[in-house]
């Protein structure tokens, strides 16, 4: 398991610009990964908190880990606003532990910047209670000439750029290796096909801890 402290100062102020003009097929995308949800929810890798404000009311405890040690504090002053109670802590999603299981468990953006996305999926499959679900929104590996600007962004300066971002991951995949049933998943382009981004396509879905 890793214990890695995210000090990232140059990703921070990157992802503070690009948080608050996101298009607005991503910002539909978040609302419709949240919609639904409710009861005691867990929120990995929070980033600047732009989620908070899609959760429903339903919703009566959200949990969020955000170690990068500028983004936390974004996340903690976007908390105060949401619509529903937020904690935010500084934990890494390895080091991050609860003696209560979660109800749901929320991924966006955030698998392509884990280290170690497979050890963090069975960690989160712990974390929820049986036949609670994780609900997705992660940009994925593509096809064709997507695949290869992937890789070379992968091997160049993408992670670099935007805090250890993967382009190329399999995540789908990987949820699924980790034991959990996906109910629902589809994929979805957020900008228009030929936009040259290694990032345009993304999956979303829901995936259950079978109870
Ligand atoms: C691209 S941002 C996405 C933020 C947010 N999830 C969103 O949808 O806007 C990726 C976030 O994952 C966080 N992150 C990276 N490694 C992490 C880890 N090991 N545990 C928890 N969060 C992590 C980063 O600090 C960053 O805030």
């Known amino acids: 398991m890793t214990d890695r402290i995210v ?18 097929a991503l910002r539909r ?3 419709e990964n949240l919609a639904g949800l409710s009861g005691r929810v867990l929120e990995i890798g929070a980033g600047t908190g732009t989620n908070f404000a899609f959760y429903p009311s339903t919703v009566t405890q959200v949990t969020a880990v955000e170690p990068e040690r500028h983004l936390v504090e974004v996340a903690r002053s976007a908390a105060t606003q949401a619509p529903v ?5 500084s934990d890494t999603a390895e080091t991050f532990s609860s003696a209560d299981p979660f109800d749901a468990v929320v991924c966006s953006l955030v698998l392509c910047s884990i280290e170690e996305p497979d050890t963090v999926l069975r ?7 049986p036949g609670g679900e994780l609900r997705y929104l992660e940009h994925v590996a593509g096809n064709g000439w997507r695949a290869r600007m992937q890789r070379v962004a992968d091997a160049t300066v993408w ?16 949820i699924v290796d980790s034991g959990f049933q996906v109910a629902e998943n589809r994929r979805e382009l957020a900008m228009p096909a030929w936009v040259p981004l290694p990032v345009t396509e993304f999956a979303i879905g829901r995936a259950l801890r079978p109870a």
């Open 7 to 24: 000090d990232n100062p140059f990703f921070a102020r990157i992802w503070k610009t690009l948080s608050t003009s996101e298009p607005p």
């Open 29 to 31: 995308l978040r609302a």
């Open 85 to 89: 109670p937020v904690t935010v802590s």
């Open 123 to 129: 960690q989160l499959f712990s974390l929820l209670r």
């Open 159 to 174: 992670p670099r750029l935007f805090g250890n971002c993967h382009t190329h991951r399999h995540t789908e995949q990987a």
